[in-house]
């Protein structure tokens, strides 16, 4: 059984930053991809960021490009997403996944329960 569980999330000022963790339990974390999405309220779930199982590929979405930055520790079973120049629009529940390296929701197999991050203007 894999599980995800996410850290870091909280309130924070816009242009402040914020870094989310997600560690993964199981020995078949360095196997996966990962990703993170977010959920604000009234939206539908929205792609983030994602990185290869190896670490040696990112995708961003545009409107986090510069700004966020995945990363992983495979000896760790932890993912990051740093996040900078945080902005009110950025305010949403982030969600880590573990599945094959895509944008799409529907590539992910595995979901954490998600943090909460607001961003006050």
């Known amino acids: 059984q894999v599980q995800l569980v996410e850290s870091g999330g909280g309130l924070v000022q816009a242009g402040g930053s914020l870094r989310l963790s997600c560690t993964v339990s199981g020995r078949t974390f360095r196997t996966y991809a990962m990703g993170w999405f977010r959920q604000a309220p009234g939206k539908e779930r929205e792609f983030v960021a994602a990185?290869?199982?190896?670490?040696?590929?990112?995708y961003y979405a545009d409107s986090v490009e510069g700004r966020f930055t995945i990363s992983r520790d495979n000896a760790k079973n932890t993912v990051y997403l740093q996040m900078n120049s945080l902005k009110p629009e950025d305010t949403a529940e982030y969600y880590c996944?573990?599945?094959?390296?895509?944008?799409?929701?529907?590539?992910?197999?595995?979901w954490g329960q998600g943090t909460q991050v607001t961003v006050s203007s």
């Open positions: 996944a573990a599945g094959r390296f895509s944008r799409i929701a529907a590539a992910y197999d595995y």
């Open positions: 990185i290869s199982a190896r670490g040696g590929s990112t």
